[in-house]
């Protein structure tokens, strides 16, 4: 399995990252993608990443933080990215209204930025979209050679086919497995299976049965199943068909 957004730099793993790890890979998860959201987190994912194999680095500033970002942030990480080649993709990136209600302006500056050097670096995009969906879209169709994926989709099957229409991938995490999450599983339902990612999002967003703890990647069989399910396949098909999508899509070769 390949565990396509976990923020392992997270303060909750500090007093047991390497245990974690260990338990992914001990319960079947064969690569991750460990995500950054700060340019400090940036230079803590990409030393992680470096000790593990199979595991790959992105570089993004979360909207969560543009309210402590300046003018030179994106060209920090746009330095950033091309001193660290091994960065897999732009993020985590996007638009917040949810809690950002206060930073609309910032959030959209700085989103474009980091679209802007996705395109320009030819890197995915990994997108936060919380209650912005129409702003997310405005801005990602003037780039339109741009790629990425709609991590943690939590939306519905309108929105999920217009993301598609848009040649993206949509990633689901533990939430699709949450009994009022009915709406997020028939948005799941309309994903081609070369358009499908899993993730965990850990540490937050642990899968139903493990709701209340800290979420990690060796959880994410849960969430593998659970799509299992709603595709009406094989959970080796789901596993096989998005590893291969995460390798296409961060273009890892290895
Ligand atoms: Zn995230």
Redesign the pocket.
Known sequence: MFDS?A?LCDEKFNHDRDDVIQRAYDNGVTAMLV?A?SLNTCEQVCSLAARYSNMYPTAGI?PHNAAFVSEDTVVDLEHFIKTHRDVKAVG?TGLDYYYGHDTVTVQKVLFEKQVCLADSLKLPLVI?CRDSQSDIVNILNKYSAVQGVF??FSSDETFCNEVLEMGFYVSFSGIITFKNAQAIRDAAHCVPLDKLLVET?CP?LAPQGYRGKRNEPAFISATVKCLAEIKQCHVDEIVKRTTENARTLFQIED
């Open positions: 957004h923020h995500v959201d979360h985590e936060h991590h943690c999002d937050y």
